[in-house]
C-alpha cells in the first residue's frame, strides 16, 4: 500500500479511536498505538495494525495522528521514536501558545507539522456539522487532504500554528458555559414542576435568533463593546431574576450570579470613569 494510504494513530481515546475507524472504512492502512493497550483490539478486530511500542508506530506511516489528552502528553510520546521525515498532525486540544511550542519541537527534530482541531458533536466526527480546523504550511494541508478529508470537512485557517487552537478553544468557551446554561434550564424547569419537552419546542428556532446576536455583537465588539448604562442595569436585573427562578425551585445558579458579577463589575466600571463600560472591555482586560 502507498505511503499515502498509511497512516498511524497515536492515542486512542474516543476522538482517536474515531479517527482510526473512519480511516480504516476509508480503505486505509492505519496503524494505532495507544499507552494502554487494551484499546487497540475493538480496532484490530475493524483491521487495525497495533503497535507494541511508539517507535513501531511511527516508523510504520509517513504520517502520524496524534489523539492525546493535551499538548504536553505528545513529548513524552514522541520522544520515543525518530520522527524525523514523518508528518506529525496533532489532533489534540491545548492554547495557541502551547501549539506553536509544540509545532517548534517537532519543526526542530525533522518533523513536519500540522494543527488539527475537531469541532464535532462529542466523538461524532461523520456528523453533517462536524469540522476539522487546520493551521500551519498550506502546501503541507493540500498534500494531506486525502487523509484529513476523509474525516470531516475541513476548514484551513491559515500558515500560523496556532489558529486552529485559537479558534476551536473559542468555540468552547461558548458551548462550555452554554451546556452548564442548559442544565440549569433543564433543571428550573424540571424542579418547577414545567415540561422539558414543551421547553424544546419553544425553543426550536433559537439557533437563527442566536446567530442574529451573534452577528450584532461581533459588531459591536468591533466598536468597543455593547451595552449603554440602561442596558447593563437592564441585565443585571434581568441575572438577579433567573437566579431567584433558580433557587426558588432548588437549583444552583452559580452560573447565573457568576454572569451577574460581570454586569455588577461593568456598572461599577461605568460609576468611576463616569461613562458606559462595556462588558467585552472587562473581558479585553482594559478595566
Known sequence: MSAQKSVTVLGLGPM???????????????????????KSEALAELGATPAATV?????????VLLSLIHYDAMYGVLEQADIAGKTIVNLSSDSPANTAKGADWVLARGAKFLTGAYMTQSDDIAHPASHLYVSGPADLHDSLRPILEQLCANVYLGGDYGLAQLYYQAGLAMFHAYLISLQQAFAMIERSGGDIDTFLELSKDDAGSQRD??????????????????????????????????????????????IQDYYRRALDASERTGTAVPVYRLFRGEI
Open 55 to 63: 517507535a513501531e508506530a511511527v516508523a510504520a506511516s509517513d504520517t
Open 16 to 38: 482517536g479511536r474515531a479517527t482510526a475507524r473512519l480511516l480504516l472504512a476509508a480503505g486505509f492502512d492505519v496503524t494505532v498505538w495507544n499507552r494502554s493497550a487494551g
Open 213 to 258: 446576536f451573534s452577528l450584532y455583537f461581533a459588531q459591536a465588539a468591533k466598536e468597543g463593546g455593547w451595552g449603554d448604562l440602561a442596558s447593563l442595569k437592564m441585565m443585571h436585573a434581568g441575572a438577579q431574576h433567573v437566579i431567584d427562578a433558580s433557587e426558588d425551585a432548588g437549583v444552583d445558579a452559580a452560573i447565573t450570579r457568576t
